[in-house]
T-cell receptor, first 112, second 113 residues
Framework: GESVGLHLPTLSVQEGDNSIINCAYSNSASDYFIWYKQESGKGPQFIIDIRSNMDKRQGQRVTVLLNKTVKHLSLQIAATQPGDSAVYFCAENTPQGGKLIFGQGTELSVKP | DSGVTQTPKHLITATGQRVTLRCSPRSGDLSVYWYQQSLDQGLQFLIQYYNGEERAKGNILERFSAQQFPDLHSELNLSSLELGDSALYFC????????????FGPGTRLTVL
């Protein structure tokens, strides 16, 4: 079925380092992408989004990059902190709207 | 805190039973979405309601149904429960019918024994 192709790897980084989490999406018609953070026992929390007419968007300590040519999305977290430890999901939305299609998630582990 | 509330937080029941999960969207949001999160399937979209009407359907089983009430809260009904229905069920809300940014509630953890 439809999927945003994200396996569930684990990324382990040292506190203070930068983190990069990658995502491949499958639907070339998707025009909106979101990164969510999910901590244990909680619901997904919105981090940052980007529309398909952009290739980069920056937030506070986070940057999302979009490469439509290869259908690739990445989330960069600067100066990673222990509080950033969580599972990160990318999600896509198509012009038809409504549902978000989620990837499988990447678990980020930050070592102090 | 996203502003989306869900009750109950945990639910333990037996196979064959029926349960109702409740969601209150953020103030002002007209769209409500239901998602199921299981270990082997990740986050899967179930159904969307906008201002009381069904707008989109995902891989929702026939044993499952939902509705959105005039006060915009929503309920997800799961019947003839099976062991495989054990999962986290999330509700999300957004302002418009197609509003890309969806805000998620804390979820209901359903355990079917």
């Amino acid at each position: 079925g439809e999927s945003v192709g994200l396996h569930l790897p684990t990324l382990s980084v040292q506190e203070g380092d930068n983190s990069i989490i990658n995502c491949a999406y499958s639907n070339s018609a998707s025009d909106y992408f979101i990164w969510y953070k999910q901590e244990s026992g909680k619901g997904p929390q919105f981090i940052i989004d980007i529309r398909s007419n952009m290739d980069k968007r920056q937030g506070q300590r986070v940057t999302v990059l979009l490469n439509k040519t290869v259908k690739h999305l990445s989330l960069q977290i600067a100066a990673t902190q222990p509080g950033d430890s969580a599972v990160y999901f990318c999600a896509e939305n198509t012009p038809q709207g409504g549902k978000l299609i989620f990837g499988q998630g990447t678990e980020l582990s930050v070592k102090p | 805190d996203s502003g989306v509330t869900q009750t109950p937080k945990h639910l333990i029941t037996a196979t064959g039973q029926r349960v109702t999960l409740r969601c209150s969207p953020r103030s002002g949001d007209l769209s409500v979405y239901w998602y199921q999160q299981s270990l082997d399937q990740g986050l899967q979209f179930l159904i969307q309601y906008y201002n009381g009407e069904e707008r989109a359907k995902g891989n929702i089983l026939e044993r499952f149904s939902a509705q959105q009430f005039p006060d915009l809260h929503s309920e997800l009904n799961l019947s003839s429960l099976e062991l495989g229905d054990s999962a986290l069920y999330f509700c999300a809300s957004s302002v418009e019918q197609r509003s890309d940014t969806q805000y998620f509630g804390p979820g209901t953890r359903l355990t079917v024994l």
